[in-house]
Nanobody
Framework: QVQLVESGGGLVQAGDSLRLSCAAS????????MGWFRQAPGKEREFVTS????????DYASSVKGRFTISRDNAKNTVFLQMNSLRPGDTAVYYC???????????????????WGQGTQVTVSS
């Protein structure tokens, strides 16, 4: 069965860094585009970043551009989210998601993804 498992979340202070990982199994990882989303209490699920299956085409929300970096290691079936200069506003549950191919579909839209992880909590204190 397809599974996406996030890890790496935690409680940090503003300005700190975290590296999230999303390990995929049960799918041909190299055929999937991947995305990171986040959701804070009382807020809508928010697009953070995505990476196409080619591993080169990336997209970032304006709120994280320049601070966060998405990458993937197909040999490890893992997508990463490096988060630097964290702010209290980054506090949320972070989810990874996968969709096959995705060369033209709008990866900022949660509904386009087929698989989702369970999420990992990131809390940034001021």
């Amino acid at each position: 069965q397809v599974q996406l498992v996030e890890s790496g979340g935690g409680l940090v202070q503003a300005g700190d860094s975290l590296r999230l990982s999303c390990a995929a199994s049960g799918l041909t990882f190299g055929s999937y585009s991947m995305g990171w989303f986040r959701q804070a209490p009382g807020k809508e699920r928010e697009f953070v970043t995505s990476i196409r299956q080619d591993g080169d085409t990336t997209d970032y929300a304006s709120s994280v551009k320049g601070r966060f970096t998405i990458s993937r290691d197909n040999a490890k079936n893992t997508v990463f989210l490096q988060m630097n200069s964290l702010r209290p506003g980054d506090t949320a549950v972070y989810y990874c998601a996968a969709v096959r191919f995705g060369s033209t579909i709008p990866l900022r839209i949660p509904a386009v993804y087929t698989y989702w992880g369970q999420g990992t909590q990131v809390t940034v204190s001021s």
